[in-house]
């Protein structure tokens, strides 16, 4: 069994990013692992641009930046595996972690690490998971799905789309098939806000006109062998369709953009706890999940938005992880939670550490609902510490907050933090 200090699962934008982190901080002996061909993750079928905004002060796509943190990895001769499935990860008696992963060079094999960063990424929500009648003909793909067909494969899904889901992946897509010549005839949404960015709905709804039908839904797919039309219709706000507002659309392809879940089979059997709001790890100030060396970030953590925040948040974690490595468990430190209330559906962190902190936490959430002239407020047990205006909050759009070291810390008994959304 070779022996690491730190393994990654995952060689997406969390992994690459949290690899030139812990190697910054000094870990030497770091080992990538990847299902894919190649390094990159997701962002590889993103040809679209608006990344790096945050984190390289310029535009690119998505390959560039993940050229960015492929090339910094490289610099730092960080190893990696490709075309390597993790199959199992257990905590062994010597609280070390036993990898084992196979691939077709090396088949079955096992590896032994101090700490292990879980950036598996999230997978679409798929046509199993939603309650739609009808057929299975060809023409239904998730969003995700089609993409890479476009942008990676060369090879149209159809010509007439009807798209379920206003999540970014979808969005982006209307317009990439209408760019590639196809017809975009409507994008439909179950709930009464859009799921993505309003930048996106902006750039791929309105500026080539796809209506976008908030509060709808897909109640009939046609055709045996491939899409014919499907129906939607209005739903209540008990989201079923109400009778009498249906509208039936010819079409030969059926987009879904549904929603991401984190890909956390791997993090269950390992041991660690799970959110149910964000189906990712509950994690504290480090990105630390209850099994001490285990840690997490990125998608398979909470679905971001941007991926400048993903790479934020992965430098963390590679640091924090290199920490554990050099100076071991931090596990008796004082842990204060972190409670969403009034709107605020999670956050991550869900738990501190007031001691351990450098000098800032920073606390990402989103919230349950569309608001407006609202504030984000902040209590340390029945203290506000801070309220933060807000002109607009929506589901679709990742929120922040920085908590200071020494505004906790002139708290010595604090039972809990408590973050809430309140009238402007």
Do not use: W
């Amino acid at each position: 069994m070779k022996n690491y200090d730190l393994v990654i699962v995952g060689g997406g934008p969390a992994g690459l990013a949290a690899a030139v982190s812990a190697r910054d901080n000094g870990i030497e002996s770091i080992l990538i692992l990847e299902r894919d061909k190649e390094l990159g993750g997701i962002l590889n079928q993103c040809i679209h641009n608006g990344f790096g905004l945050h984190t390289f002060k310029e535009e690119l796509t998505g390959p560039e930046y993940a050229a960015r943190f492929i090339d910094q990895a490289a610099e730092r001769n960080i190893s990696y595996k490709l075309n390597t499935m993790v199959m199992d990860i257990a905590v062994m008696d010597s609280g070390e972690k036993k990898v084992t992963a196979m691939n077709r060079e090396d088949g079955m094999f096992e590896l032994c690490a101090k700490a292990v960063i879980l950036a598996m990424g999230c997978r679409e929500r798929s046509r199993g998971a939603l309650n739609i009648p009808g057929y299975r003909p060809a023409g239904i793909y998730s969003a995700g799905t089609a993409q890479r067909l476009v942008n990676m494969e060369g090879y149209m899904p159809g010509r007439e789309v009807v798209i379920l889901g206003s999540g970014d992946i979808g969005l982006i897509m209307a317009r990439r098939m209408t760019l590639e010549g196809a017809t975009v005839k409507v994008v439909a949404e179950l709930m009464p806000y859009s799921g993505g960015l309003k930048r996106n709905i902006v750039q791929c709804l309105d500026d080539f006109n796809i209506p976008l039908k908030l509060s709808h839904t897909v109640i009939d797919i046609e055709g045996k062998d491939r899409v014919e039309a499907v129906t939607i219709a209005e739903v209540g706000a008990d989201r079923k369709p109400v009778p009498g507002t249906e509208e039936r659309y010819t079409c030969d392809t059926l987009l879904l953009s549904c929603g991401l879940i984190p890909e956390n089979e791997l993090s269950k059997n390992a041991g660690v706890s799970i959110s149910p709001v964000t189906s990712g790890p509950v994690v504290n100030d480090s990105l630390e999940t209850d099994v001490p060396g285990i840690f997490a970030c990125g998608n398979v953590l909470h679905v971001h938005d941007l991926v400048d925040y993903v790479s934020q948040e992965a430098a963390v974690a590679g640091k924090n992880a290199a920490l554990y490595i050099q100076n071991g468990s931090s596990g008796d430190a004082r842990t204060v939670e972190i409670v969403p209330e009034g709107g605020v559906r999670y956050t991550v962190p869900k738990f501190i550490r007031p001691e351990r902190i450098d000098d800032t936490v920073t606390v990402r959430f989103r919230v349950g609902d569309v608001y407006k002239n609202c504030a984000v407020c902040v209590y340390l047990d029945d203290e506000l510490l801070q309220k933060k205006k807000r002109p607009v909050m929506a589901p679709g759009e990742m929120e922040q907050i920085i908590l200071t070291k020494e505004k906790l810390g002139a708290h010595p008994d604090l039972g809990r933090i408590i973050i809430r959304i309140e009238e402007a």
